[in-house]
């Protein structure tokens, strides 16, 4: 890969991103900048700081395998580029608007603002290399700034500007002179030496800012789009990390559809997910457009290695970008219909918000397995039965916890080996789930914990006070809490060590304002104080303990011990069943230390 540094003075490189010499290829995503993150920035400028070098990319438009844009605040332009920016969008954007446009900078949060430098502070920076406070002043469009409705700067006028020795830094590069003769003219009755401090600006400020120099690597032109993505992968662009997403929207956009239509790819995978929130699969909020054209790419390439032996099934990011457009079409969806069917499975078995899936990642070879079940009509119970094994078996054996990319073409081949020729998957075949790992989950982070939660979940917990399903709250994004079930204080004053208490087994999801209702009392007193507020027979409220695996004659005797025992039991039953192999080490020395007896 050819390199070229150069250096470029400032107005030079900013010249040629206006008439178009150096531009954005299309895979870059948006300007994100804030106000406070520009203003460092042109301080930097004005105390001659370096802000590191750019990255450019030669480029021949007549042989480019992707299209490119303008960067923001440029407009339209009649030269092609002879260079696209790899990184330093955010920087060079930045810049141009804040230096070289004559409309206000419109930041990330939709305010707009216009720059101005403090005269007196800038000499002061340019001459000890030091920036002080408020060197540089943001304002609104109307240029006047206000604070506690009054207004505290007014550059509305160029007098007032004059008066204020306020510069214009969008004035830096043209109008220069014109501003600096208008303010002398302003000041020329005053009793200062205007015109000597003017130019003393003009010297030390902007003719240095003129002359500031960036670095730019360039790399050799049209480099393939595998080094391109190589290149994204190593080095953080901005704020905004760059995917093999952003490179094909990039790809697509510079062919056409049929009717001769640009193919806009990322509008296209927003309003699928638009769709998805829209008929309440709010569990296909987790999933990013990477997370669908990775999916998308695992079908069409197991599709095609069933009758070509030369094509292996991939995932990885250089394998996505030969993803052709017709590809894409044929199988779009398909695949959308997989996530679909995905998120109907995850909430039968008890996960309907992303804040209980146990690994989002698995969502991408569920949703190609789902996909090509249907195209095989093979949507049946007893695939269903496969998939549900499979699925819980990756889930307590944290499959997808590392390295998962080989994880997905591992899946959907041996997943779709099992529902085609009855040929077990490794991971569900060697399964060894121990009952310790299980027990010692105790954080929302963790994908065992986030399961054993949805097992409560999909076994019809209810709240203990409100009676609501706790899975369709979760859904609702009503406000749940883990509560213990024995609560953490009453355990501490009884001395219980903590690893007794603080354990899935004495957790349990309830409503926040019915966790408030509990506070820190026994069970016996709790469960009283529900009765009688609800007037509730002891039976009515047994059987909503049950659904979350709780025994009610324990609670009510506030046996901790042989509480905790009969639940753990439960859970690694349930785990069990959806496993379909025994929890190993359920007589550990770890679980009978912390649970007094084997969970057998």
């Not at 050819?2 to 531009?23: T, W």
């Not at 000890?128 to 002043?137: P, Q, V």
């Not at 501003?179 to 400020?205: G, Q």
């Amino acid at each position: 890969m050819l390199l070229d540094v150069k250096k470029f003075s400032l107005d030079k490189l900013l010249e040629k991103i206006k008439c178009g010499e150096i531009q954005l290829p299309d895979f870059q995503r948006d300007w994100v900048w804030d106000d406070a993150r520009i203003k460092s920035l042109l301080e930097s400028v004005i105390c001659g700081f370096p802000i590191n070098s750019i990255l450019l990319m030669g480029c021949d438009v007549d042989n480019l395998k992707f299209s490119y844009r303008t960067v923001e605040g440029v407009g339209q332009v009649s030269d092609k580029p002879q260079a696209l920016i790899l990184d330093g969008q955010q920087r060079l954007t930045s810049l141009f608007g804040a230096l070289f446009s004559d409309k206000p900078v419109k930041i990330s949060n939709d305010k707009e603002f216009f720059y101005y430098v403090d005269m007196n502070k800038a000499i002061a920076a340019a001459e000890t290399s030091e920036a002080e406070e408020d060197l540089i002043i943001s304002v609104p469009p109307n240029k006047k700034l206000r604070s506690g409705g009054k207004i505290k700067l007014d550059l509305s006028t160029p007098e007032k500007e004059f008066a204020a020795g306020m510069f214009p830094l969008n004035k830096i590069f043209k109008d220069t002179l014109e501003w600096i003769f208008a303010y002398t003219s302003y000041h020329a009755n005053d009793d200062d030496d205007k015109k000597s401090f003017v130019m003393k600006f003009n010297n030390l400020v902007v003719k240095k800012v003129s002359a500031y120099e960036i670095i730019s690597v360039e790399l050799e032109k049209n480099i393939s789009l595998e080094a391109v993505c190589k290149i994204f992968e190593k080095v953080n662009i901005g704020v905004v990390k760059l995917d093999v997403f952003d490179l094909l929207t990039a790809v697509f956009a510079a062919h056409k559809t049929d009717d001769g239509k640009s193919i806009a790819l990322r509008k296209e995978l927003d309003d699928i997910k638009s769709d998805f929130e829209e008929n309440s699969l709010k569990i296909l909020s987790a999933i990013e457009r990477t997370d669908f054209i990775t999916a998308l790419n695992l079908l069409v390439t197991y599709e095609k290695s069933r009758t070509d032996k030369k094509v292996s099934v991939s995932c990885k990011s250089e394998d996505i970008l030969k993803l052709s457009y017709r590809d894409y079409l044929d199988n779009r969806a398909a695949i959308v219909d997989g996530f679909i069917d995905a998120a109907k499975f995850l909430a039968e078995e008890g996960i309907t918000t992303k804040k209980y899936l146990p690994y989002k990642t698995q969502l991408v070879p569920l949703a190609a397995i789902f996909a090509k079940v249907k195209a095989l009509g093979k949507d049946n119970l007893a695939t269903r039965k496969k998939l549900r094994q499979w699925y819980w078996t990756s889930v307590f054996s944290e499959a997808y916890r590392d390295g998962h990319l080989n994880r997905f073409v591992k899946d959907i081949v041996q997943v779709m080996d099992w529902i085609i020729r009855d040929k077990m998957p490794e991971i569900v075949e060697k399964a060894h789930i121990n009952a310790w790992n299980l027990m010692r989950a105790k954080i929302t982070q963790s994908a065992i914990y986030r399961g054993l939660i949805s097992i409560i979940f999909h076994h019809g917990a209810k709240d203990f006070l409100a009676g609501t399903d706790m899975a369709a709250s979760a859904n609702f994004a009503e406000s749940i809490e883990i509560h213990h079930v024995f609560p953490k204080k009453y355990c501490e004053i009884q001395k219980l060590p903590k690893e007794r208490y603080d354990n899935v087994a004495n957790r349990t999801p309830i409503m926040k304002r019915t966790n408030k209702f509990l506070g820190d009392n026994p069970p016996s007193f709790y469960l009283g104080k529900i009765e009688e507020k609800l007037n509730l027979s002891g039976a009515e409220l047994d059987e909503i303990l049950e659904r979350h695996f709780i025994a009610p004659a324990l609670c009510r005797a506030d046996d901790f011990n042989a509480f905790l025992v009969d639940r753990a039991k439960k859970i690694l039953d349930a785990v069990e069943e959806r496993i379909g192999h025994p929890v190993s080490g359920r007589d550990s020395q770890e679980i009978k230390k912390v649970f007094g007896s084997p969970l057998q």
